[in-house]
């Protein structure tokens, strides 16, 4: 296939570094013969360090100029924050690690083909798995003239295939060959092996990126720590201010040592099959855990009551690759409402694979509140007020028994 249409403008490759990427750099300047600009939007996992290695290696596999864009601080304000407000988990396990990046990451790719003045994108997605689904969804909604091309999907190659592809010319392919398809971002990281292709174990010790060995010789002694919230947002840990990027990042190191938030999720794709992918969210457990337990005392019951079932569709919506959708405003609206009182202190204690939480305060305590104590004194009413309640209450099982 040689698309060459004397369309010389450069294309812009979304580019992770992985298997699927690298073969994209070579592969699309050999069959289209034009400039490849890999693009890669750093929404957390990259350390400098990192960031060099992935310019290096794709100029190696022939790109013309590597573009690094931090986006680390947007994807906190436009997603990461709603998801801690939604205490969003799919199958009540899963913290979104990675998806939930990919249209931030769309939106950076066709912002930077304007700059750049190309109407043709490319990323590396394989036609089994949901980013696909997200990434052309989002550069559809965002801008319906630009040109996407997958060619690791629309060409069927398969990972061998690929490895050979690269061998055969002499270019760099990522360490280990690609026996495992690993996605790190600021929320966690996912990793996908031939042991998530079906439901029966689990990836090897040797697999995990974040906690591998947290549980040698016992794990480490337990720890106790402090999260702290300012109208929902994660603003100091162990009474040091930090930005929330800064904060993740620093839970994620404190988390992972102790093998918190590891998981295997098990559940529906976009496309309608069941997946599975295992995962490491130490940052997410430990935020998720503590502003959780923040909320249930100092939310009410119908707060919470109403605010659940919406998260769990924006988290839905973020899932498929619509948070583009004007909905998603509507209710990151109502979230953001939702938190204006979730300010304070979450102690926790930390041991080998579980958080503990201590206790919680907040200025805004709706048990503090009470003149009542629970199971000890009532304070707000009295005992012919709890009678008079109760028979209230039992009313309509009252009637429904006289009726029967």
């Known amino acids: ?240 201010a930090l930005d929330p990027v800064a904060l993740i990042e620093a839970a994620e190191d404190l988390a992972a040592g102790f093998g918190v938030g590891r998981g295997i999720h098990l559940g529906d794709t976009i496309l309608g099959t069941k997946g599975r992918v295992a995962f490491e969210a130490p940052a997410a457990e430990l935020i998720l855990t503590a502003h959780r337990e923040l909320e249930k005392l100092t939310l009410s019951a119908a707060q919470l009551r109403v605010k659940d079932p919406l998260a769990a569709t924006y988290g839905q919506l973020v899932h498929e690759g619509q948070h583009l959708d004007p909905v998603c405003r509507d209710i990151e609206a109502c979230l953001d409402s939702s938190q204006a009182r979730v300010t304070g202190d979450v102690h926790l204690l930390l041991r080998p694979g579980q958080i503990f939480v201590e206790g919680v305060a907040s200025p805004h305590s709706l048990m503090a509140a009470s003149k009542g104590t629970y199971g000890e004194a009532a304070g707000e009413w009295t005992a012919a007020d709890a009678v008079g309640f109760s028979r209230m209450l039992s009313l309509p099982g009252m009637l429904h028994t006289r009726a029967g």
């Open 1 to 240: 296939m040689n698309t060459d249409s004397g369309n010389h403008d450069p294309i812009l490759l979304a580019y992770s570094g992985g298997l699927d990427t690298s073969f994209c750099v070579p592969w699309l300047t050999e069959q289209t013969g034009r400039p490849v600009v890999t693009v890669t939007v750093n929404t957390g996992g990259l350390d400098d360090e990192a960031l060099a290695a992935l310019d290096a290696r794709s100029q190696a596999l022939g790109a013309i100029r590597h573009v690094t864009v931090d986006a680390r601080a947007e994807f906190f304000d436009q997603v990461l924050r709603y998801l801690i407000f939604g205490n969003v988990r799919r199958g009540h396990l899963y913290p979104l690690c990675v998806g939930a990046e990919r249209v931030l990451q769309a939106q950076t790719l066709a912002r930077t083909a304007q700059e750049l003045g190309s109407s043709t994108v490319a990323h590396g997605c394989t036609a089994a798995g949901n980013d696909q689904v997200r990434f052309e969804v989002a550069l559809r909604t965002i801008d319906p003239a630009l040109e996407s091309l997958a060619p690791v999907r629309d060409h069927s190659w398969q990972r061998e295939a690929q490895i050979s592809y690269l061998s055969e010319r002499g270019l760099p392919a990522p360490a280990g060959g690609g026996a495992y398809s690993i996605n790190r971002g600021l929320w966690g990281t996912t990793i996908g092996g031939r042991e998530t292709l079906d439901s029966a174990g689990s990836i090897p010790e040797s697999a995990w990126v974040l906690t591998r060995g947290a549980f040698d010789d016992g794990g480490r002694a337990p720890e106790n720590h402090t999260l702290s919230f300012e109208a929902g947002v994660p603003v100091a840990l162990d009474g040091h």
